[in-house]
Nanobody, 125 residues
Framework: QVQLVESGGGLVQAGGSLRLSCAAS????????MGWFRQAPGKEREFVAT?????????DYADSVKGRFTISRDNAKNTVNLQMSSLKPEDTAVYYC?????????????????WGQGTQVTVSS
């Protein structure tokens, strides 16, 4: 059974940085694609970034975070990380880790098979 557990959320001032981690367990994730999504209050969940577990160089980012966020994976620790820099108040949201049994990049919620419970990120102005 796949389990995804996010951590690292918190309160940060605008311009600051945070690093989110997603601990993945339950199977071997080579062949999977991992993603980060976020949901702000009153808004739909939206795509943030994705990475191929086997090829750490295959990444994709939402335009709103490109150049500020970096997704990576640590095979030894079985984690997927999201380094967030130059944070803005509009980055405030619950951030979710997701896994997809397919190596192709994907940006839509329904394309992902497993989800974590989310971690809150709040950016103050």
């Amino acid at each position: 059974q796949v389990q995804l557990v996010e951590s690292g959320g918190g309160l940060v001032q605008a311009g600051g940085s945070l690093r989110l981690s997603c601990a993945a367990s339950g199977r071997t994730f080579s062949g999977y694609r991992m993603g980060w999504f976020r949901q702000a209050p009153g808004k739909e969940r939206e795509f943030v970034a994705t990475i191929s577990w086997s090829s750490g160089s295959s990444t994709d980012y939402a335009d709103s975070v490109k150049g500020r966020f970096t997704i990576s994976r640590d095979n030894a620790k079985n984690t997927v990380n999201l380094q967030m820099s130059s944070l803005k108040p509009e980055d405030t949201a619950v951030y979710y880790c997701a896994a997809r049994w397919n190596i192709r990049a994907a940006r839509r919620e329904y394309e992902y098979d497993y989800w974590g419970q989310g971690t809150q990120v709040t950016v103050s102005s």
